[in-house]
């Protein structure tokens, strides 16, 4: 039966248990935020942010991705060994670029007397921090590599295992897949509610 449901949802259940989880949290969050004082500017700000992410961050780091793809696959021919190499650099530097994003203004000491007047705390030390931080992340990091390489871990094997199955072993679609779209129109709606929301919000709030 589990397979038969990977096999028309695409996942685990567990991953499905998530989806529907994290949809209820994120309308029960927007029903919070919309229903307190200036919510509509922080909805406001996420949107914008949302859109920020998709129109200029992921073209950004979509296009550095590729590039250093292509260096890594012409300095590693071995596609495996690239992946690991290449996996053990990137997860680091969004750590370290992800902790720049939220505490820039810490960091980058961006109006340090409003802040220590709201909170009564200093901005000093923050840009120490972020680097030490950075710099043991890409640490840890590569000793994890090292480690990697000495188990022989991250090479090809020599014959790739065959995934593809036969079309006559193939379970043809029944009730898991009308589920699965019900599961998909549910979520479309959790999502409909959530923007409706949004905007009653921005209405009542009045921006």
């Known amino acids: 039966m589990r397979d038969r449901f990977r096999y028309e949802y695409g996942a685990q259940p567990l991953h499905l248990i998530a989806v529907v989880a994290s949809l209820l949290l994120v309308a029960y969050a927007l029903l919070r935020v919309s229903g307190i004082p200036g919510g509509g500017r922080v909805l406001i700000w996420l949107v914008a942010a949302a859109l920020l992410h998709d129109l200029v961050a992921l073209p950004l780091y ?106 006559e072993e193939r379970p043809v679609g029944g009730g898991l897949a009308a589920g699965g779209w019900f599961v998909v129109a549910l979520a479309g709606l959790a999502t409909a509610w959530a923007v409706a929301i949004v905007v009653v919000g921005l209405i009542t709030s009045g921006l």
């Open 62 to 167: 979509s296009g550095l991705f590729r590039l250093t793809h292509g260096a890594a696959t012409r300095a590693i021919p071995d596609r495996a060994a690239m992946v690991a190499a290449l996996n053990h650099v990137r997860v680091p530097a969004a750590l370290s670029l992800l902790l720049l994003v939220v505490y820039a203004p810490l960091i980058l000491r961006i109006d340090p007397d409003r802040y220590e007047g709201t909170t009564g705390l200093g901005v000093d030390g923050y840009l120490g921090r972020w680097l030490l931080i950075s710099a043991a992340l890409f640490l840890i990091s590569g000793i994890a590599y090292a480690i990697r390489l000495r188990r022989g871990v991250g090479t090809a094997p020599a014959e790739q295992p065959k995934v593809a199955v036969a079309a």
